[in-house]
């Protein structure tokens, strides 16, 4: 599709549960992107996938999350354990490749917020 | 450490002046700059993009100056319009990823 689908729009945790969140990029992106939205509107980057591969993860906290990128299923983005910290919107984006997403920029999807309780 | 940051969080324009949105960053490498808009409940979208072998881009209404000395970039946005309110991102990158400040909420009022 057109537009990067992200499931889903709302998840409310309680603390130590296990959210999942999960991601459909643009068809013919081949690159996808995790993003954390914190309060004060701070972005902070967690993963990128190339395919299935990982691109980038330095910013994916060691402990309790991880993502995956399969062939033929929507990415995900998991947190074990999950903690109030957590509590945000997590931003997928993806695009043909991170340098045409410097020239025309990510699409993202209209994200998944996580109310941890 | 917050490589781009935006200090003013909130900016109120007149309908039909100029909005001038300010973006500040500190790592030299960044190559690209680019510049989002994002209603509430919805990701956000990307508006204009500038190389940093250039100090302006125009699209329209949409100009981006970027000044390297500096390490300082603006988005002006003329004639405003209701329809711009929204919050404003910038955006620095290095290749691999996308360091985003905090954002400035603009209201134009009609």
């Known amino acids: 599709g057109e537009e990067v689908a992200q499931t889903p729009k709302h998840l409310v945790r309680g603390e130590g549960q296990k959210a999942k969140l999960y991601c459909a990029p643009i068809?013919?992106?081949?690159?996808v992107f995790w993003y954390q939205q914190v309060l004060k509107n701070e972005f902070k980057f967690l993963i990128s996938?190339?395919?299935?591969?990982?691109?980038?993860e330095t910013g994916m906290p060691k402990e309790r999350f991880s993502a995956k990128c399969l062939p033929n299923s929507p990415c995900s983005l998991e947190i074990q354990a999950t903690k109030l910290e957590d509590s945000a919107v997590y931003f997928c984006a993806s695009s043909h490749a991170p340098g045409a997403a410097a020239n025309y920029g990510y699409t993202f999807g209209s994200g998944t917020r996580l109310t941890v309780v | 450490d917050q490589q781009v940051k935006q200090n003013s969080p909130s900016l109120s324009v007149q309908e039909g002046r100029i909005s001038i949105l300010n973006c500040d960053y500190t790592n030299s490498m960044f190559d690209y700059f680019l510049w989002y808009k994002k209603y509430p409940a919805e990701g956000p979208t990307f508006l204009i993009s500038?190389?940093?072998?250039?100090d302006k881009n125009e699209d329209g209404r949409f100009t981006v100056f970027l000044n390297k000395s500096a390490k300082h970039l603006s988005l002006h946005i003329v004639p405003s319009q209701p329809g711009d309110s929204a919050v404003y991102f910038c955006a620095a990158s290095t290749g691999n990823q996308f360091y985003f400040g905090t954002g400035t909420s603009l209201t134009v009022i009609p």
């Open positions: 068809k013919g992106h081949s690159y």
């Open positions: 996938f190339q395919n299935e591969n990982v691109f980038d």
């Open positions: 500038i190389s940093s072998i250039k």
